[in-house]
């Protein structure tokens, strides 16, 4: 691994972590050219859906003089019509009046509730059981061979994405959160099934830990001789590179991916890029070409998002620039029925009969595989984000 960062990066890449959240919404707002009516629907949205955005999105990946329809604010900002207007109407006139925060949580709460914020039973299914038939909080066990784990410290992201199907775990409402810190029941799960071959972290994102808690989750995983693969699903990649190249543990963190994989175990980055825009500034390809250097494999996902990504031409792009970077793309994600889904959704069938699927289904992929038979990359519900 090499320690020193090769590449000439922008001056973003040794800033401290900022965080913006709906305190500066109207700021960042009123940048995108927003008049007050349409920063007001947008604040309304905001007290319903998650807000978080930070430096480096904002400085780095947004062009400004393309908001509010450059893909990356759409990425990440609120839009008035993501909920139904009288939703919107009705928050904003909270908003108007200088409603209680109470107050106007409990109206967020009801419109929340209509938006089914853990689909498919996700608190209750596939969630597996004690020896006493007491549930294992933050493990989901949904295929044979895949465990989930939902790191507690892990369940918040550098960014929020506007789209995200886990957008309950981010509104501050306990009963919504999946969520644990008791890796011992994980790992006692874990060596009572032979048939698990491969842990998944997820969240939130759990890159968002530093390395002294990320360790601690995943080396007790490595004395599980069954157990082939440890994956880590994130967008750090895109939202926060400055993870893996500058932050203090940038390093350190490395050396815990160099000890997965000396191991023995496979190392699988599941990255969520969701536009070829976000692979443009070198601070990330530095980050991709120091994960790779320690023996890691970068497999790269994404939902099709209307407004976002729903054309070949910007599938095509994405796919071949994560090909160059040595990275395999690996999923097209399909929306799952919560939070705003009406907004962002590619129906499944229109998805499978578009240029965007037969562009990534074949091009991208006979790229990477020297002209040998296209295969289909794996399709699922963004469920397994």
């Known amino acids: 691994m090499s320690v020193t960062p090769d590449a000439a990066l922008s001056p973003s890449a040794g800033r401290r972590f900022r965080a913006y959240t709906t305190k500066h919404l109207d700021e960042l707002t009123a940048r995108a050219g927003l008049d007050a009516d349409e920063r007001l629907a947008v604040q309304a949205v905001a007290n319903v859906l998650p807000f978080r955005v930070n430096s480096y999105v ?142 998944l972290f997820t969240g939130g994102d759990p890159m968002i830990m530093g390395e002294g808690v990320i360790s601690k989750y995943i080396e007790p995983l490595l004395e599980i001789e069954h157990l082939e693969a440890i994956r880590i699903g994130t967008k750090a990649l895109a939202y926060w590179p400055q993870r893996f190249v500058t932050d203090p543990d940038a390093d350190d963190t490395l050396r815990l991916f160099e000890k997965v994989v000396a191991s023995g175990k496979n190392l699988a980055f599941m990255a969520h890029f969701s536009h070829p825009n976000e692979m443009r500034p070198e601070l990330v390809q530095e980050a991709v070409r120091r994960i790779r250097s320690t023996g890691a494999v970068i497999r790269t996902q994404a939902p099709l998002i209307r407004t976002i990504n729903d054309d070949a031409a910007t599938w095509e792009s994405m796919w071949r620039t994560h090909l160059r970077h040595g990275m395999v793309p690996y999923y097209m994600f399909v929306e799952r029925d919560t939070g705003p889904q009406d907004y962002f959704a590619v129906p499944l069938a229109q998805a499978t009969r578009s240029s965007a699927a037969r562009t990534v289904t074949c091009p991208a992929w006979r790229a990477r595989s020297a002209g040998r038979r296209c295969r289909r990359p794996r399709a699922r519900s963004a469920s397994t984000a």
Request: one cysteine or more.
């Open 58 to 199: 904002v400085d780095e990946l947004i062009d400004w003089d393309a908001a509010p329809d450059d893909p990356i604010y759409r990425l990440v900002f609120p839009q008035a019509d993501m909920l139904p207007s009288g939703d919107v109407a009705r928050i904003a006139d909270l908003i108007r009046s200088g409603a209680s925060r109470k107050e106007l949580n409990e109206a967020a709460n009801r419109i929340r509730a209509d938006l089914n914020p853990h689909p498919a039973g996700q608190m209750d299914l596939n969630v597996p059981k004690t020896a006493d038939e007491e549930p294992i909080p933050g493990v989901q066990h949904k295929y044979k061979e895949t465990v989930l784990f939902f790191p507690k410290q892990g369940q918040t992201c550098h960014a929020y994405c506007t789209y995200c199907f886990r957008w309950a775990q981010f509104v501050g409402d306990a009963d919504l959160k999946f969520a644990s810190s008791e890796i011992d029941q994980l790992v006692e799960y874990v060596r009572g099934h032979p048939e698990v071959t491969s842990v």
